[in-house]
């Protein structure tokens, strides 16, 4: 079975240096940074799907751009690559969500995926108007997976449940093919949801022996609902063709981080309710800078300045690569990569480690796509294209 590499949109912005935002922190932005216009998101994803990424991760809240009208826009520039479209089950009905979904497998040729998020900040949902706390969130999250699955199969749905009622609910189109659901959480009610509803589990970049843990509970959880999942990992990524190379443009990144900023950010995040962002947290101690390398090559510098995933996989080629075997041994089948600028990491990854893995027999490029080149990436020279 062939790895499945999905890459990121940046609808918050893009930048030669980190670009913060998430779990109720604002977005950081500097004259450098580069907007998340239609045409620039178009050029990422282009990128990625010559390069043999299957999808591209958009994320959701009120730091970046829409998720849904993002997409929809950006997929008129692409042919194959899939959308995983972020969103939040409480901001819109279960019903209009499955007729979105379906309308947008039609419009694109079936190249729709559903990330669902189902918020892990209260302050953040109040906003939207949404006024439960946490663990009602995700009963609600059940509920309208629930519904969802229910339309999307073509039944005629009637649930009244604790915080969703729906009566004679129909599409009168299905979607072809039924999207996937990825989801993520780290509590024990969100266990729960993803063992009963969800396609794929997400966690972030934890080192390999957190994310085994995580994997052991979640598939449990599975068999007792008679279910299989698949498992996918969220993770930055710094790759080049030296070691020295890949760890130098880490320490770039670093050094631009400003200490008030990782203050502010740390301080912002220490307030979240997810216990994946506390997880994360406590992988560099709540804003040390000291021992950031957590494992070898998995670096949580990016979390000093970022809500969300805040580890990055740095090394050579060959230890990228390495790293992603480990995780694959794990159970990891689908992993959701980024990095700084999104456009030029894209073709790092791509060119330097598709190839390794692919000789390794650990990766088959998508759709009959030619092989990404063994060359090194179209930046060489110095070996780092900052």
Not at 17 to 40: E, I, K, L, M, N
Not at 204 to 219: C, D, L, N
Not at 279 to 308: Q, Y
Not at 321 to 338: P, V
């Amino acid at each position: 079975m062939s790895l499945i590499f999905h890459w990121f949109l940046p609808t918050n912005g893009d930048s030669r240096h980190v670009v913060g935002g998430g779990h109720g922190t604002p977005a950081t932005a500097s004259g450098r940074d580069r907007p998340p216009t239609v045409a620039y998101l178009s050029q990422i994803a282009r990128a990625a799907e010559d390069l043999g990424f299957v999808g591209a991760l958009t994320p959701t809240g009120a730091w970046c751009e829409d998720a849904w009208l993002t997409t929809a826009m950006v997929s008129r520039h692409t042919e194959r690559l899939k959308f995983l479209v972020a969103f939040r089950p409480g901001f819109v009905s279960p019903t209009l969500a499955a007729q979105m979904a379906s309308t947008f497998q039609r419009q694109t040729g079936g190249r729709l995926l559903l990330n669902v998020v189902t918020g892990g900040e209260s302050h953040e949902q109040r906003a939207y108007g949404d006024f439960l706390d946490k663990d009602a969130r995700y009963r609600r999250t059940g509920e309208f997976l629930e519904i969802v699955r229910g339309l999307w199969e073509g039944k005629t749905v009637n649930l009244h449940g604790e915080h969703l009622r729906i009566e004679d609910a129909k599409l009168a189109r299905l979607p072809d093919p039924i999207p996937e659901v990825y989801f993520g959480g780290s509590s024990p009610i969100a266990g729960e949801v993803a063992a009963r509803h969800v396609d794929v589990y997400l966690t972030w970049g934890e080192p390999p022996a957190q994310v085994a843990e995580k994997i052991a509970w979640i598939r449990k959880l599975a068999a007792q609902e008679g279910r299989t999942l698949r498992f996918g990992i969220r993770l930055h990524v710094i790759t080049r063709d030296t070691s020295e190379q890949a760890w130098a443009e880490a320490g770039r990144l670093l050094a631009g981080f400003d200490p008030e900023t990782v203050r502010a950010v740390q301080a912002g995040l220490a307030r979240s309710e997810s216990q994946g962002q506390r997880r994360m947290l406590a992988l560099h101690k709540g804003g040390s800078r000291d021992g950031l390398e957590i494992h070898p090559n998995l670096w949580a510098g990016i979390g000093l300045v970022r809500g969300g995933a805040g580890t990055a996989l740095v090394g050579s080629h060959d230890e990228v690569a390495e790293r992603i075997q480990e995780y694959a041994a794990l159970g990891i089948e689908e992993f959701i990569l980024s990095g700084y600028p999104h456009l030029e990491e894209a073709y790092w990854f791509g060119e330097g480690v598709l190839p390794k893995l692919q000789a390794q027999g650990l990766w088959q490029p998508p759709y009959g796509q030619r092989a990404a080149p063994s060359a090194q990436v179209p930046f060489a020279g110095t070996g780092n294209p900052s």
